[in-house]
């Protein structure tokens, strides 16, 4: 979404700014040294930078319970055994969605 907003605000800058033949030399010049490869490298790169900031989040999201939604500091489940009395231990969770490794195609 944010990249069809950005295009959206381009477009209106180039029609309505008054400056649509000093962009359109600009266009040109990257024509003429054929550097769309280079856009189109940078905006692949930083899409999926994006995707791979997000992903572990996703993942967590899968593991916690729906009631914690404030969780995503820490990347480790913990939960609390033992609770007898007034101590308890609090030990990783490595069981089920919460334990299965961050790189699932790694552990085939």
Known sequence: MPLLVGLGI???IYHYTGSAGAY?????????????W???AALVVSKLSA????LPLAWKNLA??????????N?????????SGDEGRVLLDD???AGAPACRPCHV
Do not use: C, S, W
């Not at 995707?51 to 997000?54: K, T």
């Not at 990347?75 to 609770?83: A, E, I, K, M, P």
């Open 24 to 36: 359109d030399k600009k266009i040109d010049l990257v024509r003429e040294y054929e550097l769309h």
């Open 51 to 54: 995707m791979l900031n997000y």
């Open 64 to 73: 916690l319970p729906t009631k914690m939604t404030n969780a995503r500091v």
């Open 95 to 97: 069981a089920g969605a």
């Open 10 to 12: 381009a477009e209106l």
């Open 38 to 40: 280079m856009f189109a």
């Open 75 to 83: 990347q480790f489940v913990y939960r609390v055994v033992n609770t």
